[in-house]
Nanobody
């Protein structure tokens, strides 16, 4: 069982930046082969892919965040980051860390409890 703990959420003005972190509870070796990523959920909407990063470092982004958000990972410490810039009010929501064997099927993997992001205009 992999437990994921997110941190770094908060309130920020539009145009600002925020960096989220997610640490896996198991050893870094256990997650080193996993795809890790972030999903967001705005009130009244479903969870949407923000970004994923494979064990080899290949990244994929949702269309709405391309060019503004950057995902990275520290495999030695089992940590994944999401650096968000040029934030917009529509980026507000709960951000969930997710990890699984395959990026294409990561929704079926492990989920964190989420961290809240609020972008004010």
């Amino acid at each position: 069982q992999v437990q994921l703990a997110e941190s770094g959420g908060g309130s920020v003005q539009a145009g600002g930046s925020l960096t989220l972190s997610c640490v896996a509870s198991v050893s870094a070796h256990a997650t080193s082969t996993y795809c890790m990523g972030w999903y967001s959920q705005a009130p009244g909407r479903g969870r949407e892919k923000v970004a994923t990063i494979s064990s080899h470092g290949s990244t994929s982004y949702g269309d709405s965040v391309k060019g503004r958000f950057t995902i990275s990972r520290d495999k030695a410490n089992g940590t994944v980051y999401l650096h968000m810039t040029s934030l917009k009010p529509e980026d507000s929501g709960m951000y969930y860390c997710v990890a699984g064997p395959y990026c294409d099927d990561i929704r079926r993997g492990y989920w964190g409890q989420g961290t809240q992001v609020a972008v004010t205009s």
